[in-house]
């Protein structure tokens, strides 16, 4: 079975800074992997993915990620945070190879919830 | 180009009703997904459907069930309601061989 970690619940950062949002999953083969954020009252946007091309991964709004094997980590970054920004970060897992009745399942972290502050 | 929608935006029931959720899927996509978000918790696979068969199911009760329609509509059904139901309900389609998922901006259920 798929799982993920999201490490810390809350994120808090001051405009400008860097925004590091951890992810470690497990998986049995080499997963597919995505970031999406969520803002108040609203459904889920996708930021980025990994589907086993570059391991650097550039998505909107300036938030990048890497797929680090070794560590099974898939960490969110953003070199410099706005403050619309601020919103909850879900990173989720998809096993590639999976047909059927797995085809496609998103399997998600708790979240992150980031703040930023002026 | 539309995106997914849903409807109602909220719901309250009562502990045993039922309720029936509904999703649009986005234009050209064949699949649908539906997830349950509780508060505070991140989102949890259901069921998917595609081209009108359930193609996957999550470890949830048979009381949810769930019907795609020709045009790749979809309802989520959920019987003999408890208060633990009471979630933000995600609907998400996406183009048959494609991973990406679309979300729509999901049906608020709380139970009473």
């Known amino acids: 079975a798929q799982s993920v970690t999201q490490l810390g619940s809350h994120v808090s950062v001051s405009e400008g800074a860097l925004v590091l949002l951890r992810c470690n999953y497990s998986?049995?083969?080499?997963?597919?992997l995505f970031w999406y954020v969520q803002y108040p009252n609203q459904g889920l946007q996708l930021l980025l993915k990994?589907?086993?091309?570059?391991?650097l991964v550039k998505g909107i709004n300036g938030f990048e990620a890497e797929f680090k094997k070794s560590e099974t980590s898939f960490h969110l970054t953003k070199p410099s945070a706005h403050m619309s920004d601020a919103a909850e970060y879900f990173c989720a897992v998809s096993d590639p190879n999976a047909g059927g009745t797995s085809y496609g399942k998103l399997t998600f972290g708790q979240g992150t919830i980031l703040t930023v502050h002026p | 180009e539309t995106g997914v929608t849903q409807s109602p935006t909220h719901l309250i029931k009562t502990r045993g009703q039922q309720v029936t959720l509904r999703c649009s899927s986005q234009?050209?996509?064949?699949?649908v997904s539906w997830y349950q978000q509780a508060l505070g918790q991140g989102p949890q696979f259901i069921f998917q459907y595609y081209r009108e068969e359930e193609n996957g199911r999550g470890n949830f009760p048979p009381r949810f069930s769930g019907l795609q329609f020709p045009n790749y509509s979809s309802e989520l059904n959920v019987n003999a309601l408890e208060l633990d139901d009471s979630a933000l309900y995600l609907c998400?389609?996406?183009?048959?061989?494609?991973?990406?998922?679309?979300f729509g901006p999901g049906t608020r259920l709380t139970v009473l």
């Open positions: 998986s049995s083969v080499p997963p597919y």
């Open positions: 234009s050209g996509h064949n699949t």
């Open positions: 998400a389609s996406q183009r048959g061989g494609l991973f990406e998922q679309f």
């Open positions: 990994y589907t086993s091309a570059a391991t």
